[in-house]
């Protein structure tokens, strides 16, 4: 899997291989491991590419590039604090 600094993207989703993954939010990626779905508590997961016994469960983890986390909160800020 790559990371976003790798891919590029402002935002990564932290995911885990997993067996025992029904009941779990399944992560759905290519075979280029980009994200391309998402299920929640699947009957029958979905797996990985060119692995059939395990699935792609979130962790529920985000991690941000410092310059947009802290652009994100600026945004907010002005929206929500008077001086």
């Known amino acids: 899997m790559t990371t976003g600094k790798e891919s590029g ?5 932290h995911s885990h291989g ?3 993954s029904q009941g779990l939010c399944i992560v759905e990626v290519d075979e280029n491991w980009r994200i ?3 299920e929640e508590k699947p009957k029958h997961p979905k797996t990985i ?3 059939s016994s395990l699935a792609l469960v979130s962790m529920g983890n985000y ?3 410092k310059e947009t986390i802290i652009a994100s909160f600026c945004r907010v800020a002005k929206r929500t604090v008077r001086i």
């Open 49 to 51: 590419p060119g692995n």
């Open 9 to 13: 993207s402002d935002r990564v989703r």
């Open 36 to 38: 391309i779905g998402f």
């Open 63 to 65: 991690i941000f590039r």
């Open 18 to 20: 997993c067996k025992e």
